[in-house]
């Protein structure tokens, strides 16, 4: 059964391939992001990064293309703002996009002062993926993981145990959200003061770099001896299919990501655009707070966002002096790696390397988490927070609550909200949890790491311009959907549907886990009780974003058609986790059988 799990999460990898090579060849640039950068270039040189630009088109807003070609338009200018045109709004300069030529000239002076200018070559296809960036921004993202991972080290100890390129894989997971997590809290506290420039950065992420690995020289530790890797005879199998299924996977994210620089629509539309914002420096980084983003559209202004990944791209473009589409691409290809990296390698460590083979397996086979790793989102580096929030506070619980782990735990925890509002239920469960569990004295220094993000989360949400559209504006709209049955059960169809969604049906990863079940078993149940604590956060998690449904104010089939799947990706991960620890590693029955044969009387022969 192992073997068959294992061939067959391959399997569906290869198939996504295919999935993405189609997707790339009929939908190549597929919401216009990477044409609108280069076809407003002209006018844009010619703007100051702080101008406000005004936004018309002949395009009915009933029309299909209407949000699309204006987020296009939005991110191509960004860092400078994009208006809508209006009786109150007449910026000097506009831009727009259009079905057919018209008289630019006349069309400006009907909207008084506002200048419009003809950037001939609107309508001719031009290449999708301008050769100034192909170049990859390195400095900015080696120096930010060396300081995540002299931090991962140094928090985390002799914590880590198993085989050593398993220790190897499982610290530059952790150091993949540490040092970015830490880089760009630190960022925008530089924005918002003015600093956030380029040189001021470099020495920043130098000095960063220096002082975790003076703390990382000064508390090191030996690395554990790594006890002998068990018995598990197919061990080879399970190896060879887990490098073959990342190297498709890999493979699937260039494709689609050579066709599509500027990721999925939100990406362009919210992560990315809001990062230009902060590039843009003191002048500029307001407007990724601000609720005129998006053209007032529905789902496209989102200015209550917290800003992780967002000031973490910034970072790496005022670094290389350039908005270079490597860097949103190479964040969102390093944070899935992450997650699944430390997915298999904390199973390796707590369980066995078996287990963590298979995890891995089963996540590659998972299309709620392939579909994403590419697009540029925010999804996956949420669900790297949450996974490790439960690795590193399971491992503290294991281990005698040392204050380390629970300083990296709480590292962890306080990130989750610093990256999507979805963070905030779990953050709180989390750490209503660990109190109930650990007492006062552990707890503080779980508090003492959250900090970090928690401070910058508040912050933010201090200094935001706009609100949530979703939310209701009153407790009266809020009891009147709560009281509609019809909306309980629509939200859970929705939930249902993008579960049963997550894989193809003959290599489903719910199938799969539960014929691992049966087969393997579970632990007793002395253990699995002693974990059921760990389950308190991810159920929270899954509660709010249920209860966002049934009170969200947008129509609620466009909200969930637009959001479930995603939401469910965050914390499938971390299901996967809990689901295998559950299960008795295959290695306990070869053991076993040894043993048996070990202990067995020899005969004794006969005398003659």
Same mark, same amino acid.
């Given at each position: 059964?192992?073997?068959?799990?294992?061939?067959?999460?391959?399997?569906?990898?290869?198939?996504?391939?295919?999935?993405?090579?189609?997707?790339?060849?009929?939908?190549?640039?597929?919401? !216009?992001?990477?044409?609108?950068? *280069?076809?407003?270039?002209?006018?844009?040189?010619?703007?100051?990064?702080?101008?406000?630009?005004?936004?018309?088109?002949?395009?009915?807003?009933?029309?299909?293309?209407?949000?699309?070609?204006?987020?296009?338009?939005?991110?191509?200018?960004?860092?400078?703002?994009?208006?809508?045109?209006?009786?109150?709004?007449?910026?000097?300069?506009?831009?727009?996009?259009?079905?057919?030529?018209?008289?630019?000239?006349?069309? =400006?002076?009907?909207?008084?002062?506002?200048?419009?200018?003809?950037?001939?070559?609107?309508?001719?296809?031009?290449? %999708?993926?301008?050769?100034?960036?192909?170049?990859?921004?390195?400095?900015?993202?080696?120096?930010?993981?060396?300081? =995540?991972?002299?931090?991962?080290?140094?928090?985390?100890? !002799?914590?880590?145990?198993?085989?050593?390129?398993?220790?190897?894989?499982?610290?530059?997971?952790?150091?993949?959200?540490?040092?970015?997590?830490?880089?760009?809290?630190?960022?925008?506290?530089?924005?918002?003061?003015?600093?956030?420039?380029?040189?001021?950065?470099?020495?920043? %992420?130098?000095?960063?770099?220096?002082?975790?690995?003076?703390?990382?020289?000064?508390?090191?530790?030996?690395?554990?001896?790594? &006890?002998?890797?068990?018995?598990?005879?197919?061990?080879?199998? %399970?190896v060879g299919a887990s490098i073959a299924?990342?190297?498709?996977?890999?493979?699937?994210?260039?494709?689609?990501?050579?066709?599509?620089?500027?990721?999925?629509?939100?990406?362009?539309?919210?992560?990315?655009?809001?990062?230009?914002?902060?590039?843009?420096?003191?002048?500029?980084?307001?407007?990724?707070?601000? =609720?005129?983003?998006?053209?007032?559209?529905? !789902?496209?202004?989102?200015?209550?966002?917290?800003?992780?990944?967002?000031?973490?791209?910034?970072?790496?473009? *005022?670094?290389?002096?350039?908005?270079?589409?490597?860097?949103?691409?190479?964040?969102? +290809?390093?944070?899935?790696?992450?997650?699944?990296?430390?997915? !298999?390698?904390?199973?390796?460590?707590?369980?066995?390397?078996?287990?963590?083979?298979?995890?891995?397996?089963?996540?590659?086979?998972?299309?709620?988490?392939?579909?994403?790793?590419?697009?540029?989102?925010?999804?996956?580096?949420?669900? +790297?927070?949450?996974?490790?929030?439960?690795?590193? +506070?399971?491992?503290?619980?294991?281990?005698g609550l040392p204050a380390r782990l629970?300083?990296?735990?709480?590292?962890?925890?306080?990130?989750?909200?610093?990256?999507?509002?979805?963070?905030?239920?779990?953050?709180?469960?989390?750490?209503?949890?660990?109190?109930?569990?650990?007492?006062?004295?552990?707890?503080?220094?779980?508090?003492? =790491?959250?900090?970090?993000?928690?401070?910058?989360?508040?912050?933010?949400?201090?200094?935001?311009?706009?609100?949530?559209?979703?939310? &209701?504006?009153?407790?009266?709209?809020?009891?009147?959907?709560?009281?509609?049955?019809?909306?309980?059960?629509?939200?859970?169809?929705?939930?249902?549907?993008?579960?049963?969604?997550?894989?193809?049906?003959?290599?489903? &990863?719910?199938?799969?886990?539960?014929?691992?079940?049966?087969?393997?078993?579970?632990?007793?149940?002395?253990?699995?009780?002693?974990?059921?604590?760990?389950?308190?956060?991810?159920?929270?998690?899954?509660?709010?974003?249920?209860?966002?449904?049934?009170?969200?104010?947008?129509?609620?089939?466009?909200?969930?058609?637009?959001?479930?799947?995603?939401?469910?990706?965050?914390?499938?991960?971390?299901?996967?986790?809990?689901?295998?620890?559950?299960?008795?590693?295959?290695?306990?029955?070869?053991?076993?059988?040894?043993?048996?044969?070990t202990s067995s009387p020899k005969r004794?022969?006969?005398?003659?």
């Open positions: 059964m192992c073997i068959a799990v294992g061939v067959l999460s391959v399997f569906t990898v290869f198939n996504s391939i295919q999935d993405a090579k189609d997707w790339a060849e009929q939908y190549p640039d597929a919401y !216009g992001a990477a044409r609108a950068d *280069v076809r407003f270039a002209p006018l844009l040189a010619r703007m100051a990064t702080n101008a406000h630009l005004g936004y018309f088109t002949d395009l009915p807003p009933d029309n299909q293309a209407y949000s699309a070609a204006f987020l296009a338009a939005q991110y191509a200018a960004a860092p400078r703002q994009l208006l809508m045109i209006s009786p109150q709004t007449q910026p000097e300069w506009a831009v727009g996009n259009f079905t057919k030529l018209i008289d630019f000239a006349s069309a =400006g002076a009907v909207r008084r002062r506002t200048r419009l200018r003809n950037l001939h070559g609107f309508r001719k296809r031009r290449d %999708l993926i301008p050769s100034e960036i192909n170049e990859m921004i390195w400095v900015a993202l080696i120096l930010t993981m060396g300081i =995540g991972w002299f931090l991962s080290n140094a928090l985390l100890g !002799g914590a880590w145990s198993g085989p050593r390129w398993m220790m190897i894989l499982g610290e530059a997971s952790l150091a993949a959200l540490f040092g970015p997590g830490l880089t760009s809290v630190v960022f925008f506290f530089m924005t918002v003061a003015g600093v956030g420039t380029a040189p001021a950065v470099d020495v920043m %992420l130098i000095a960063l770099t220096t002082l975790s690995a003076a703390i990382w020289w000064r508390v090191r530790e030996p690395s554990p001896h790594s &006890p002998p890797v068990r018995r598990f005879p197919w061990m080879w199998v %399970l299924g990342v190297l498709m996977l890999v493979l699937d994210f260039q494709l689609f990501s050579q066709a599509n620089p500027a990721g999925e629509w939100d990406a362009s539309g919210i992560w990315n655009l809001r990062a230009r914002y902060l590039a843009g420096g003191p002048e500029t980084w307001r407007y990724a707070l601000s =609720g005129e983003v998006g053209g007032h559209m529905a !789902g496209a202004s989102h200015p209550n966002y917290p800003l992780f990944l967002s000031s973490f791209v910034a970072l790496q473009w *005022v670094a290389a002096g350039k908005f270079d589409s490597a860097a949103p691409a190479a964040a969102s +290809l390093l944070f899935s790696m992450g997650v699944w990296v430390l997915l !298999g390698a904390s199973l390796a460590r707590t369980a066995s390397l078996a287990l963590g083979l298979l995890a891995w397996l089963v996540l590659l086979g998972s299309g709620v988490f392939t579909s994403q790793v590419p697009v540029q989102y925010a999804d996956l580096l949420l669900g +790297l927070a949450f996974l490790a929030s439960l690795v590193l +506070l399971d491992w503290a619980d294991r281990s629970l300083f990296a735990a709480g590292l962890a925890v306080g990130f989750a909200p610093w990256i999507k509002n979805e963070g905030w239920p779990f953050a709180i469960a989390a750490l209503g949890i660990a109190a109930w569990r650990f007492g006062g004295r552990p707890i503080i220094w779980i508090v003492l =790491g959250a900090m970090p993000g928690l401070v910058a989360t508040i912050l933010l949400k201090i200094v935001t311009q706009g609100r949530e559209g979703t939310i &209701p504006t009153t407790i009266g709209e809020a009891l009147a959907k709560i009281s509609d049955a019809s909306r309980w059960w629509q939200a859970l169809a929705g939930f249902a549907k993008a579960i049963l969604g997550a894989g193809p049906l003959w290599a489903h &990863p719910l199938i799969s886990v539960a014929a691992l079940a049966i087969v393997l078993r579970l632990v007793p149940a002395a253990e699995r009780r002693a974990r059921v604590w760990l389950w308190a956060p991810i159920a929270a998690t899954l509660a709010a974003e249920y209860g966002l449904y049934v009170v969200t104010t947008a129509d609620l089939n466009w909200h969930i058609s637009t959001s479930v799947t995603r939401l469910v990706a965050q914390v499938w991960p971390s299901l996967l986790w809990l689901a295998f620890l559950m299960l008795r590693p295959p290695e306990d029955y070869f053991v076993a059988q040894a043993a048996v044969v004794k022969r006969p005398r003659e």
